[in-house]
């Protein structure tokens, strides 16, 4: 199936800094990318969808401002957290899309991010 | 928004014993899918059942929609300890994206 990869896999910051996250599909271009935040032991809650050359999308509630999302390529979203606090702090997982692979999404691995 | 709600919240059995897990769901949905998570990791995916399908089967999984209830269920199978887990069901909606319910957190008992 295909591999859709993160990095870095776990970060800490400090409160202020920016963050960035970044979401790469391997072996398929992806038609458009999500982007969800988990807290511990909830579910999903997507922020956002991405595609490729054009501004992303964001759920309500989601401060655009806050978490800038670029979608450079096919392969390649990524996900800045700008001057992050504590409440930043949680585990953010992408996914990918394409119109080639029918319905199915395929979720990265996630990124830990911890804002001291 | 979260469409999904699902039940039990928390789920522990025997090895070998079968796990029933359910998913309801508020409005049309497109498919819906089933995905498992492993504690601090990405999420699997396990199964998609689209709309117009009433059962698949995948290996020890069974996954049933009845979608003049809203409702879907999984069903794992002589359950091994490989599968204690989270399991997120998550209604596919026409834009391709996906709401997910609450999960339910399996433990298998060696």
């Known amino acids: 199936g295909a591999v859709v990869s993160q990095h870095p896999s776990r970060v800490i910051c400090k409160s202020g800094t920016s963050v960035k996250i970044e979401c790469r599909s391997l072996d398929f271009q992806a038609t458009t990318m999500f982007w969800y935040r988990q807290f511990p032991k909830k579910s999903l809650m997507l922020m956002a969808t991405?595609?490729?050359?054009?501004?992303?999308?964001?759920e309500q509630g989601v401060e655009k401002d806050k978490f800038l999302i670029n979608h450079a390529s096919l392969t390649l979203s990524t996900l800045t957290v700008t001057s992050a606090h504590p409440e930043d702090s949680s585990f953010y997982i992408c996914s990918a899309y394409s119109t080639s692979y029918s319905y199915e999404q395929y979720f990265g691995p996630g990124t830990r991010l911890t804002v001291t | 928004s979260q469409q999904g709600e699902e039940d039990p919240q928390a789920l522990s059995i025997q090895e070998g014993e079968n796990a029933t897990m359910n998913c309801s769901y508020k409005t049309s949905i497109n498919n819906l899918q089933w995905y498992r998570q492993n504690s601090g990791r990405g999420l699997v995916h396990l199964i998609l059942?689209?709309?117009?399908?009433r059962e698949k089967h995948s290996g020890r999984l069974r996954v049933t929609l009845d979608t003049s209830k809203k409702s879907s269920s999984l069903l794992i199978t002589a359950s091994r300890a490989a599968d204690t887990a989270s399991y997120f069901c998550?209604?596919?909606?026409?834009?391709?994206?996906?709401?997910f319910g609450a999960g339910t957190t399996v433990t298998v008992r060696a």
């Open positions: 059942i689209r709309s117009n399908e």
């Open positions: 991405s595609n490729e050359g054009s501004k992303a999308t964001y």
């Open positions: 998550a209604t596919g909606l026409r834009d391709y994206k996906l709401s």
